[in-house]
């Protein structure tokens, strides 16, 4: 019943932006932690960033500077707000749900071209 849709990934230069976006349903959107991963090529998958149920965010020292993270309680939607992206962020991004498991959306591509 957990359902979390992601869009908003794809090509950008470096120095550019984009916004990912997931559509959460099937629980209590704003009594439980959202936060976005990644896998990049030859690495492990790993945390960017999320939010508790009180809006108190974390960010992966990468990203620190860089990436926002947000939510609108009232469209059930975590959003990461990617700025002055690099090459290195390269990678399919995923937006999980922080319950008494992980659930996980089906990724999205994000290409930082050089």
């Known amino acids: 019943q957990v359902q979390l849709v992601e869009s908003g990934g794809g090509s950008v230069q470096a120095g550019g932006s984009l916004r990912l976006s997931c559509a959460a349903s099937?629980?209590?959107?704003?009594?439980?932690?959202m936060g976005w991963y990644r896998q990049a090529p030859g690495k492990q998958r790993e945390s960017v960033a999320d939010?508790?149920?009180?809006?108190?965010?974390n960010y992966a020292d990468s990203v620190k500077g860089r990436f926002t993270i947000s939510r609108d309680i009232a469209k059930k939607t975590v959003y990461l707000q990617m700025n002055s992206l690099k090459p290195e962020d390269t990678a399919v991004y995923y937006c999980?749900?922080?319950?008494?498991?992980?659930?996980w959306g089906q990724g999205t591509q994000v290409t930082v071209s050089s």
């Open positions: 939010i508790s149920s009180g809006g108190r965010t």
């Open positions: 099937g629980f209590i959107f704003s009594r439980n932690a």
């Open positions: 999980a749900a922080m319950m008494n498991k992980f659930y």
